[in-house]
């Protein structure tokens, strides 16, 4: 895996997790709904029970994700120039293009890029095992 592919998880993380808290409150939202309606005792029922499957089998797959993210953090931390880190978690985490931090900063293009590669290779250094 590159550096890269390997950064990209956090954003890709934070994707599916919001997928799945809506899926779960799109499906606490029905349960509720239904509860209001009287004479609806089996459907409700039902529909607590998918919510409560729900809760149980993304639970894993929301705490895999946690903790992916915060091994991506914390290899970002460990690269030891501010300016770097800085430029990773603009790109990997608040998920801002290139172009646009080069605008931010009043920086070219090209500046920025290069400015990623040296980033890329910083974290090849920390993490050990990327590409």
């Known amino acids: 895996m590159t550096a890269k592919e390997y950064l ?3 954003r890709e993380s934070m994707e599916r997790t ?6 779960l409150h799109e499906l606490k939202a029905e ?8 004479g609806q005792s089996v459907a409700l029922d039902e529909a607590v029970a998918k919510y409560t499957d729900a809760c149980d089998e993304y639970g894993h797959e929301l705490n895999r994700l946690a903790v992916l ?4 953090g914390g290899t ?3 690269v030891p120039d501010k300016r770097l880190r800085s430029l990773l978690r603009e790109i ?3 998920g801002k293009r290139l172009v646009q931090i080069a605008a931010e900063r009043s920086q070219s293009y090209e ?3 290069r400015r990623h590669g040296d980033a890329l290779n ?10």
């Open 31 to 38: 349960a509720i709904r239904l509860k209001d309606h009287e």
């Open 92 to 94: 990997y985490i608040n």
């Open 76 to 78: 970002i931390d460990s």
């Open 122 to 131: 910083a974290v090849r250094a920390v993490h050990g095992n990327l590409e």
């Open 69 to 72: 993210r915060g091994e991506i």
């Open 111 to 113: 500046h920025i890029c």
């Open 8 to 10: 990209q998880q956090y």
């Open 18 to 23: 919001a997928e799945i808290e809506m899926h």
